[in-house]
T-cell receptor
């Protein structure tokens, strides 16, 4: 089955710096890669997603890149703010099967 | 508010018991997903239903079962509960069964004592 590895498990940055979180997946058939942000005690919320026919997608301070050949995708957050502090999860979704495999999460701390 | 409703929010029960968690998806969403999140753990996919039919199965224990009813709400049944089943159980829904945004409910926190 699909296996998703996410790094780093914890990340601490200074406010205004950039943060990068990386995920690798094993099943080349996976074709949808969402990123979720989960604040303490709250539900995960989608922040950005990318499909396998796209190499990069950007939404304001957040961007995601996908390298299908290498089977990895990354989340980039620029100009980080304290409210970006949360746990971020990547996921790989297999077509037709609909099965989502999540990474173990990255705890991002943005220090003021 | 994501539009996905889960009940109850909290549940405390004893080992060996059986509980039912309920999820009402967003209006118009046909797909329902169940996830388990243990303390300080990531999200583990359990099972997915699409328009009443089981679509995908993850690492769901045999003691657990789920179903999606004609009105599209879903229930997750957990039986012979063990201490290790204590976790936050999330339900999510989406319009289609693949590659579309999934909206999460606020979760049901299950504590087995």
């Amino acid at each position: 089955g699909e296996n998703v590895e996410q790094h780093p498990s914890t990340l601490s940055v200074q406010e205004g710096d950039s943060a990068v979180i990386k995920c690798t997946y094993s099943d080349s058939a996976s074709n949808y890669f969402p990123w979720y942000k989960q604040e303490l005690g709250k539900r995960p919320q989608l922040i950005i997603d990318i499909r396998s026919n796209v190499g990069e997608k950007k939404d304001q301070r957040i961007a995601v890149t996908l390298n299908k050949t290498a089977k990895h995708f990354s989340l980039h957050i620029t100009e980080t703010q304290p409210e970006d502090s949360a746990v971020y999860f990547c996921a790989a979704v297999h077509p037709n099967a609909g099965k989502s495999t999540f990474g173990d999460g990255t705890t991002l701390t943005v220090k003021p | 508010d994501s539009g996905v409703t889960q009940t109850p929010k909290h549940l405390i029960t004893a080992t060996g018991q059986r509980v039912t968690l309920r999820c009402s998806p967003r209006s118009g969403d046909l797909s329902v997903y169940w996830y388990q999140q243990s303390l300080d753990q990531g999200l583990q996919f359990l099972i997915q239903y699409y328009n009443g039919e089981e679509r995908a199965k993850g690492n769901i224990l045999e003691r657990f079962s789920a179903q999606q009813f004609p009105d599209l709400h879903s229930e997750l049944n957990l039986s012979s509960l063990e201490l290790g089943d204590s976790a936050l159980y999330f339900c999510a829904s989406s319009v289609e069964h693949v590659d579309t945004e999934a909206f999460f409910g606020q979760g049901t926190r299950l504590t087995v004592v």
